[in-house]
C-alpha cells in the first residue's frame, strides 16, 4: 500500500505556477515531512520542510518562491510554487519521517516517499 501520493505535476512555462499535493495515510508519529526534487540521477535536493507540522523551512534555490503547507484534516501536505524557473523542471517527491532528527535536509534522513511527480518548465 502506498503510503504517500503525490499529485498536481505537470508543463508550465516559466513564470508560472503550480501546487503539488500529498496524500498521506501514514500520519501517526511523523515529525517531518518535506519535498525533494531530483533530476534524472543526480542526489535528492531538499525544496521544503515542514517540522512537527508547524516549523518550515526552505532550499535556498526556492526562498520566497515555493511555499510547504499542510491540511491535517486531510492528511495532505502541499507545495505552492510560483515564478517558476526552467531549472526547477525535476522529479518532485514527498518524503516523510517519524522522530526528531538532525540533518533533515537530507533525502537519507526520511523513512518513507511517494513514487514522484513530473514537474516541467519551459522557457
Known amino acids: 500500500v502506498q503510503q504517500l501520493v503525490e499529485s498536481g505535476g505537470g508543463s508550465v512555462q516559466a513564470g508560472g505556477s503550480l501546487t503539488l499535493s500529498c496524500v498521506a495515510s501514514i500520519r501517526t508519529d511523523i515529525y517531518y515531512m518535506a519535498w525533494f526534487r531530483q533530476v534524472s540521477d543526480t542526489e535528492r535536493e531538499g525544496v521544503a520542510f515542514?517540522?512537527?507540522?508547524?516549523?518550515?523551512t526552505y532550499g535556498e534555490s526556492v526562498k520566497g518562491r515555493f511555499t510547504i503547507s499542510i491540511d491535517n484534516a486531510k492528511n495532505t501536505l502541499y507545495l505552492d510554487m510560483n515564478s517558476l524557473k526552467p531549472e526547477d523542471t525535476a522529479m518532485y517527491y514527498c518524503?516523510?519521517?517519524?522522530?526528531?532528527?538532525?540533518?533533515?535536509?537530507?533525502?537519507?534522513?526520511?523513512?518513507?516517499w511517494g513514487q514522484g511527480t513530473q514537474v516541467t518548465v519551459s522557457s
Open positions: 515542514l517540522e512537527n507540522d508547524v516549523n518550515k
Open positions: 518524503a516523510a519521517r517519524g522522530g526528531r532528527a538532525s540533518c533533515v535536509q537530507y533525502s537519507w534522513v526520511y523513512h518513507y
